[in-house]
């Protein structure tokens, strides 16, 4: 087992192309830490750098207490798995899990025994003997699983593995590697832009974006309390509603958001009241996911906001009202980097469901 840390690691591209920005991360020994973040913002080349498949071009990558950021693949005990594990077309699955045993002088009786204790574990154990083309999506990147774990690496590196599979197949191998991984205890990275697979299998996530970390967490905390508008935007379905508002603090220091078109008033033993009434004016983001908001039709309830109707979607367990308040959204992709407002922290801005839990929302669909 390892902890891995990053310090500053930067990877420039030919072309000046600048793909991984100073970035700093420490991975505990034995975690399982996702790497979330939308297309080209680096994920995969900061797990090659991690591999030594890539150069890093400056800063320092370290397993444990070694200095690892220029010592060659094979002596980092590293083993990574990408979205298509490439497999050895002639050899049967038996014959691909055992071969970085008998590369490593084991013999071929030890090795077979271990190929097929461990394919028993990822469920192919009726498939030892038989050839890669013969095999299912999902079974393919089990025996890659089976392959790359075999040799007990010390760090783990999943470039989302689970891709290229349909939902049922992503869904229990998405349980197989979180519980494998536990019990191994190994450090594992793993790269998505799924945000199921993030929340269900990370100990913690780190949000990328632009090659640079935006949020590092428990799931819980990078949902509940996202450091920016861009990670409270990335994760949650449906997307987070992110409304422009303007501080108004009035008599006996009560604390309303003047959305423009309308206004709601905070309940003044609300923690974003106690800080927002030293803001009189200032500008403010307003995170709320939609089950903060409720249906009413009571008139006479305070604090609500008004809209029309635009869309009703049905999904089973829940059905989803779009609602046209009037009110200008934010788009969280073109909110730049985190920048304090006047003490305010963003957590205390974005903590969404409690900041509008207290607020109704009232919809005037005309029926
Ligand atoms: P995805 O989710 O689409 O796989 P990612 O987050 O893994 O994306 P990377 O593949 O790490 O992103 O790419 C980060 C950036 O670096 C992208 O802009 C990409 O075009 C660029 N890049 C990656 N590899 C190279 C390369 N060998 N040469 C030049 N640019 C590269």
């Not at 939308?38 to 070694?66: D, H, Q």
Request: glycine fraction near 8%.
């Amino acid at each position: 087992m390892t902890a891995i840390r990053l310090d500053g690691v930067s990877k420039v591209f030919e072309g000046e192309h600048l793909a991984v920005d100073e970035l700093s991360l420490d991975v505990a020994d034995g975690e399982f830490m996702v790497l979330l973040g939308p297309s080209g913002c680096g994920k995969t080349t900061l797990l090659r750098m991690i591999a030594g498949l890539e150069r890093v071009t400056a800063g320092e990558v370290w397993f444990g207490r070694t200095n690892g950021t220029r010592l060659p693949p094979k002596d980092r005990q590293v083993a990574m798995v990408f979205q298509t594990g490439a497999l050895y077309p002639n050899r049967t699955v038996r014959e691909n899990i055992m071969f970085p045993l008998q590369i490593a002088g084991q013999d071929d009786h030890d090795a077979s025994s271990t190929a097929a204790g461990l394919a028993q574990i990822l469920s192919i154990g009726s498939v030892l003997d038989r050839m890669p083309r013969t095999l299912s999506g999902g079974q393919r990147q089990r025996v890659a699983i089976g392959r790359a774990l075999v040799r007990r690496p010390n760090v783990f590196l999943l470039d989302e593995p689970l891709s290229n599979l349909d939902a049922t197949m992503r869904t229990e191998l998405r349980q197989e590697i979180g519980a494998m991984t536990r019990d191994l205890n190994v450090t594992t990275l793993y790269v998505t832009h799924d945000q199921v697979e993030a929340l269900t299998l990370a100990d913690r996530i780190a949000v990328m974006r632009d090659g640079r970390i935006e949020d590092v967490g428990t799931p819980a905390q990078v949902y509940n309390d996202p450091a920016t508008a861009f990670v409270a935007g990335f994760l949650g379905a449906p997307r987070i509603n992110l409304l422009s508002a303007t501080v108004r603090v009035t008599a006996h220091h009560r604390v309303a958001l003047d959305f423009g078109a309308q206004s709601i008033g905070l309940d003044p033993s609300d923690r974003r009241s106690l800080i927002l009434r030293h803001h009189d004016g200032v500008q403010v983001i307003v995170g709320a996911r939609s089950n903060a908001f409720r249906v009413i039709t009571n008139e006479d309830v305070a604090n609500q906001l008004t809209g029309t109707l635009r869309a009703f979607e049905f999904h089973g367990q829940q059905s989803i009202a779009f609602v046209e308040c009037g009110i200008e959204a934010v788009n969280p992709d073109q909110v730049g980097q985190p920048r304090p407002m006047h003490a305010v922290s963003p957590q205390d801005m974005m903590a969404p469901a409690s900041l509008l839990t207290r607020v109704l929302s009232r919809i005037r669909s005309g029926r």
